[in-house]
C-alpha cells in the first residue's frame, strides 16, 4: 500500500485533503473541544425516530442551563445544511439542535409529516435539562422556516422568538401570520429570493415590503422597511425583516445571510457569550469539508488506476482503441446538440415524473425525476448516436465496438465486465469507508453548499440499490456519447480531454442557469419563475455532472473501455443524490 502512495502522488494528497478537511471541519464546528458536538436521535408523537446534531458549549450543564435554539434546513437538504447557524450560536453559548426534518437525512419517512417534525424538535429541545426553557428560540430556513413555525403552532407558550430565513407564514399549512403570531418574529429574505412570488406573493424578493401579506404580517399598511424594529420584544409583538442582497441557497451559506438570523436571536434573548453578528467563523468549516469534498473526487478519479497495477485487475489496463468519432466542422454541431439536451429537457422530463406516485422501491419524487431525466436524455442520446453511426458516416468511418470502448480488442469479455465491476466497486467502497472514518473521527462528511457526501442508512442503502440500474444505465450512454461519438482525436492529454468532456458534460445546464440567473439579478424574477425549485437543484448537475466526465475520462483512458468509468459514476452518484434527498413514501 505504502509503495502504491509513493508511486500514485495524486491518491497521497487525495487522503491528505480527505483527513485534513475533515480536521479543520471539527476543530471548527467544536471551537477546539469547546463545543461538545452530540449526533442524537429522539421520537416524534407517533413514535417515528429523528435526527438532529445537538451543539452543547463548555460549562452547560443542569446546574447551568443555556438559552437553545430549534435550527432546521430546507427541502431536500440535511441537519449539516445549518451547520453555520448552529456553530456560530453555539460560540455565543446557545445550547442548539440542528434536526433534520422527517423523511430528510436520518429522519424516519415520509417527508411533511407531523409538522415536518418540528413540534417533536422543540419538544425534545425543551426537554433536556441543560436548556433555559425560559429562552427558546425557533430558526428555519426555507422549508425549515415552515417547521419550527409548525413548533411553534402546537406549543405556542413553548419559544421565546422565531427567526426564518426565505421563508413565510400563510404556506403550506403554516397559518398566516399577524402581529400576534408567530411571537417575536424575525425575517431573513433575500433580494432575489426565487421563492418570492410562493413565499410573500410579490414578483421579486425586494418587492415583498409593498405585499399586503407581509404589511398584515408586520401590523401596518405601509411599506416595510428593512432593519426597522416593529412593535415590541418584551410584549412578543416584535418584528423585523433582513434583506441581504442573496438569493434563497444563498442564504445559510454566506455571511450576510447568517448574520440576520444571529442578530435577531442575541436581541431577543440573553446570549451567555455575545459577539457581533458581522463576527463568524463558520466559513472555516465549509472550507474544510470543501477539501474532504475535493480529496473524495481526487481519490475516485486516481485509486482506480493506482489499483489497475495489482494482479488482480492489470489485465483490465489498456489503451484506447483509435478514434471514429465526429471531426471537424460537425463536431462543433454535435457539441452543442450534446449540451443542449440535458438543459431542453430538464424542466419537461422532470415535470412529468412528478406526475408518477412514489413506491417502496422509488420513494423519493425529486431522484424520481432525475431518472426520468437521465433515462431520457439517455434514450435521445442513443437515438441520435445510432443515426449517426449507420446514417450519418460513423459506421462509415470505421467505428465499431472496438472504437467506442464497448470491447476490448475484437470481442466482448463477460470477464473484463465482471473485473471492471469489482473495481469500481472496491473504489467507491474504499471512499465510503474514508467517509465513515471521517465521520466517526470528526463528526463531518464531505461537502460544499449543496452538494453533499454522505453516509445512507440503512432504507436509504435500499433505494439506493432499487436506483443504481438506471443512474448507470445513463452513465453507460454518457460515456459512449463523450469516449465513442464525439473524441475526435487519437491522442491527447488528459486534462485537455477532461476539461472538453466536462464542458460538453455540464455546458447545457451551466447557459440554463446563467439564463435564469441573468434574468433574476437584473430584473429581480427568473426567467421562467414556476421553476424556483428545479433552478436551484441545477446548482448541483452543473458541477455532478463535469465531475462525471472527468472520472469517465480518466478510466477510459486507463483501461479503453467504457464500463469502469460509468460503473463508479453509477454508484457515486446514485449514492450522493438517494443520501441527500427527502424520502416521500410512507413506508
Known amino acids: 500500500m505504502l509503495e502504491i502512495l509513493r508511486q500514485h502522488k495524486a491518491l497521497l494528497l487525495s487522503l491528505i485533503l480527505i483527513f485534513c478537511g475533515g480536521l479543520l471541519a471539527w476543530l471548527v464546528q467544536t471551537g477546539a473541544g469547546q463545543v461538545e458536538l452530540r449526533d442524537t436521535r429522539f421520537t416524534s408523537a407517533s413514535g417515528a425516530t429523528l435526527s438532529a446534531l445537538l451543539y452543547v458549549p463548555e460549562g452547560v450543564n443542569a446546574d447551568n442551563p443555556a438559552p437553545g435554539v430549534l435550527a432546521v434546513h430546507g427541502y431536500i437538504n440535511s441537519r449539516e445544511t445549518q451547520s453555520a447557524y448552529a456553530i456560530e450560536l453555539a460560540r455565543r453559548g446557545y445550547v442548539v439542535l440542528a434536526m433534520d426534518q422527517r423523511g430528510h437525512g436520518y429522519s424516519d419517512p415520509p417527508a411533511f409529516a ?44 413553548a419559544y421565546t422568538s422565531v427567526v426564518v430565513s426565505g421563508s413565510s407564514t400563510g404556506t403550506f399549512g403554516v397559518p398566516a401570520g399577524d402581529a400576534s403570531f408567530p411571537r417575536n418574529f424575525g425575517l431573513v429574505f433575500g433580494q432575489y429570493d426565487e421563492f418570492s412570488p410562493s413565499m410573500w406573493s410579490s414578483a421579486t424578493g425586494a418587492g415583498i415590503v409593498d405585499t399586503e401579506k407581509l404589511q398584515t404580517q408586520f401590523g401596518v399598511s405601509e411599506s ?80 482506480g488506476p493506482a489499483l489497475l497495477k495489482l494482479p488482480l485487475f492489470r489485465e483490465l489496463a489498456a489503451a484506447p482503441a483509435p478514434s471514429a468519432g465526429i471531426r471537424d466542422r460537425g463536431w462543433y454541431l454535435a457539441a452543442l446538440i450534446v449540451m443542449a439536451i440535458p438543459a431542453l429537457s430538464y424542466f419537461s422530463f422532470q415535470a412529468w415524473a412528478a406526475t408518477i406516485p412514489t413506491t417502496a422501491l422509488f420513494a423519493q419524487n425529486l431522484t424520481n425525476g432525475f431518472m426520468v431525466w437521465a433515462l431520457g436524455n439517455a434514450l435521445i442520446s442513443l437515438v441520435l448516436f445510432s443515426l449517426w453511426h449507420f446514417a450519418l458516416g460513423g459506421r462509415a468511418g470505421g467505428g465499431n465496438g472496438h472504437n467506442y470502448g464497448l470491447r476490448s480488442g475484437g470481442e466482448f469479455s463477460a470477464r473484463q465486465l465482471a473485473l471492471g465491476l469489482l473495481l469500481a466497486l472496491t473504489v467507491v467502497f474504499s471512499l465510503y469507508l474514508l467517509l465513515a472514518i471521517v465521520h466517526g473521527l470528526f463528526t463531518a462528511d464531505f461537502r460544499y453548499w449543496v452538494i453533499a457526501v454522505k453516509l445512507m442508512n440503512g432504507l436509504q442503502f435500499r433505494l439506493f440499490l432499487g436506483y443504481l440500474l438506471p443512474f448507470t444505465a445513463f452513465f453507460l450512454v454518457f460515456a459512449l456519447i463523450l469516449h465513442g461519438q464525439m473524441r475526435s482525436k487519437d491522442t491527447q492529454s488528459f486534462a485537455r480531454a477532461a476539461t472538453i468532456n466536462a464542458l460538453l458534460a455540464g455546458g447545457g445546464i451551466l447557459a440554463l442557469l446563467l439564463y435564469q440567473y441573468g434574468a433574476l439579478f437584473i430584473t429581480g424574477s427568473l426567467a421562467i419563475p414556476a421553476q424556483a425549485l428545479l433552478t436551484i437543484v441545477a446548482l448541483q448537475f452543473v458541477v455532478l455532472l463535469p465531475i462525471a466526465a472527468i472520472i469517465s475520462t480518466r478510466y477510459f483512458m486507463a483501461t479503453g473501455q467504457l464500463y469502469v468509468g460509468a460503473f463508479i459514476n453509477g454508484l457515486f452518484v446514485t449514492w450522493l443524490i438517494v443520501a441527500g434527498q427527502a424520502t416521500h413514501y410512507a413506508f
Open 224 to 303: 416595510v422597511q428593512p432593519e426597522r424594529l416593529y412593535g415590541s420584544i418584551a410584549d412578543g409583538t416584535a418584528r423585523q425583516l433582513y434583506q441581504p442582497a442573496q438569493t434563497h441557497p444563498a442564504n445559510h451559506i454566506t455571511r450576510s445571510g447568517v448574520a440576520g438570523a444571529l442578530d435577531w436571536i442575541q436581541r431577543t434573548s440573553t446570549a451567555p457569550n455575545p459577539i457581533p453578528a458581522d463576527q463568524q467563523i463558520w466559513p472555516w468549516k465549509e472550507f474544510g469539508t470543501f477539501l474532504s469534498l475535493l480529496g473524495g473526487i481526487m481519490f475516485l478519479v486516481s485509486a
Open 114 to 157: 407531523e409538522g415536518f417534525g418540528g413540534p417533536a424538535g422543540l419538544s425534545y429541545l425543551r426537554s433536556l435539562d441543560i436548556v433555559d426553557k425560559q429562552q427558546v428560540i425557533l430558526a428555519g430556513h426555507s422549508m425549515g422556516g415552515w417547521t419550527v413555525l409548525s413548533a411553534a403552532v402546537a406549543m405556542p407558550d
